[in-house]
Protein backbone atom coordinates (compact mmCIF):
# COMPACT_ATOMS: atom_id res chain seq x y z
CA UNK A 1 0.00 0.00 0.00
CA UNK A 2 1.49 3.14 -0.66
CA UNK A 3 0.34 6.57 0.93
CA UNK A 4 1.57 10.22 -0.06
CA UNK A 5 2.05 12.61 2.99
CA UNK A 6 1.98 16.51 2.56
CA UNK A 7 3.40 19.22 4.61
CA UNK A 8 4.40 22.59 4.93
CA UNK A 9 1.09 24.56 4.34
CA UNK A 10 -0.09 27.67 6.45
CA UNK A 11 -1.16 31.18 6.61
CA UNK A 12 0.95 33.47 5.28
CA UNK A 13 1.14 36.97 4.22
CA UNK A 14 1.25 38.01 0.21
CA UNK A 15 4.83 38.21 -0.38
CA UNK A 16 5.69 35.35 1.79
CA UNK A 17 6.88 32.05 0.97
CA UNK A 18 5.88 28.80 1.47
CA UNK A 19 7.62 25.08 0.72
CA UNK A 20 5.34 22.25 0.69
CA UNK A 21 6.72 19.10 0.60
CA UNK A 22 5.16 15.45 -0.40
CA UNK A 23 6.72 11.90 0.80
CA UNK A 24 5.55 8.42 -0.62
CA UNK A 25 6.00 5.46 1.67
CA UNK A 26 5.17 1.69 1.26
CA UNK A 27 6.60 -0.42 -1.49
CA UNK A 28 7.74 1.58 -4.60
CA UNK A 29 9.71 0.20 -7.37
CA UNK A 30 9.80 3.46 -9.12
CA UNK A 31 8.32 7.00 -9.78
CA UNK A 32 8.13 8.29 -13.01
CA UNK A 33 6.44 11.55 -12.02
CA UNK A 34 5.16 13.82 -9.36
CA UNK A 35 3.17 17.10 -9.75
CA UNK A 36 1.64 19.53 -7.37
CA UNK A 37 -2.09 20.43 -8.00
CA UNK A 38 -4.53 22.83 -6.27
CA UNK A 39 -8.03 24.06 -5.48
CA UNK A 40 -9.51 26.75 -4.66
CA UNK A 41 -13.73 26.94 -3.67
CA UNK A 42 -15.54 26.66 -6.85
CA UNK A 43 -12.40 25.94 -9.05
CA UNK A 44 -11.73 22.68 -10.81
CA UNK A 45 -8.13 21.29 -9.40
CA UNK A 46 -5.56 23.03 -11.49
CA UNK A 47 -2.13 21.19 -12.31
CA UNK A 48 0.59 24.04 -10.73
CA UNK A 49 3.72 22.33 -11.23
CA UNK A 50 5.22 19.08 -12.22
CA UNK A 51 8.60 17.40 -12.59
CA UNK A 52 9.64 14.03 -14.13
CA UNK A 53 12.04 11.18 -13.52
CA UNK A 54 14.28 13.18 -16.31
CA UNK A 55 13.84 16.22 -14.43
CA UNK A 56 11.17 17.72 -17.08
CA UNK A 57 9.81 20.46 -15.46
CA UNK A 58 6.52 22.25 -16.11
CA UNK A 59 4.82 25.56 -14.50
CA UNK A 60 1.56 26.71 -14.70
CA UNK A 61 1.93 30.32 -16.16
CA UNK A 62 0.16 31.60 -13.46
CA UNK A 63 3.16 30.70 -11.27
CA UNK A 64 6.34 31.03 -13.34
CA UNK A 65 8.58 32.81 -11.52
CA UNK A 66 7.68 32.39 -8.34
CA UNK A 67 7.85 28.42 -8.05
CA UNK A 68 10.34 26.10 -8.09
CA UNK A 69 9.86 21.79 -7.98
CA UNK A 70 12.44 19.91 -7.28
CA UNK A 71 12.59 16.12 -5.89
CA UNK A 72 14.81 13.80 -3.76
CA UNK A 73 14.86 10.44 -4.98
CA UNK A 74 16.56 8.91 -2.36
CA UNK A 75 13.56 9.69 -0.03
CA UNK A 76 10.29 9.54 -2.88
CA UNK A 77 9.83 13.33 -1.70
CA UNK A 78 8.95 15.97 -4.23
CA UNK A 79 8.63 19.65 -2.81
CA UNK A 80 7.13 22.67 -4.16
CA UNK A 81 8.97 25.83 -2.68
CA UNK A 82 6.31 28.92 -3.18
CA UNK A 83 7.83 33.04 -3.40
CA UNK A 84 5.92 35.86 -3.63
CA UNK A 85 2.61 34.24 -2.91
CA UNK A 86 -0.45 36.71 -3.43
CA UNK A 87 -3.96 35.95 -2.41
CA UNK A 88 -4.81 34.00 -5.74
CA UNK A 89 -2.68 31.17 -4.55
CA UNK A 90 -4.93 30.29 -1.93
CA UNK A 91 -6.12 27.09 -2.20
CA UNK A 92 -5.64 23.30 -0.74
CA UNK A 93 -2.33 21.71 -2.63
CA UNK A 94 -2.44 18.38 -3.55
CA UNK A 95 0.25 15.79 -4.44
CA UNK A 96 -0.16 13.49 -7.39
CA UNK A 97 2.88 10.62 -7.94
CA UNK A 98 2.76 7.79 -10.55
CA UNK A 99 4.43 4.93 -8.96
CA UNK A 100 5.21 1.45 -9.71
CA UNK A 101 4.27 -0.97 -6.91
CA UNK A 102 5.21 -4.44 -6.23
CA UNK A 103 2.00 -5.57 -8.41
CA UNK A 104 4.33 -4.39 -11.39
CA UNK A 105 1.94 -1.31 -12.45
CA UNK A 106 2.02 2.10 -12.29
CA UNK A 107 -0.79 4.15 -10.59
CA UNK A 108 -1.32 7.53 -9.43
CA UNK A 109 -1.50 8.40 -5.99
CA UNK A 110 -3.11 11.30 -4.55
CA UNK A 111 -1.89 12.63 -1.15
CA UNK A 112 -4.85 14.20 1.36
CA UNK A 113 -4.38 17.82 0.54
CA UNK A 114 -2.76 21.28 2.66
CA UNK A 115 -4.48 24.33 2.91
CA UNK A 116 -2.43 27.47 1.69
CA UNK A 117 -3.95 30.37 2.99
CA UNK A 118 -2.78 33.90 2.10
CA UNK A 119 -3.83 36.76 3.73
CA UNK A 120 -3.33 39.89 4.99
Known amino acids: QVQLVESGGGLVQPGGSLRLSCAAS????????MGWYRQAPGNQRELVASITSGDYTYYADSVKGRVTISRDNANNTVFLQMNSLKPEDTAVYYC??????????????WGQGTQVTVSS
Open 26 to 33: GTIFGINY
Open 96 to 109: NQVIKTGSGFWSGY
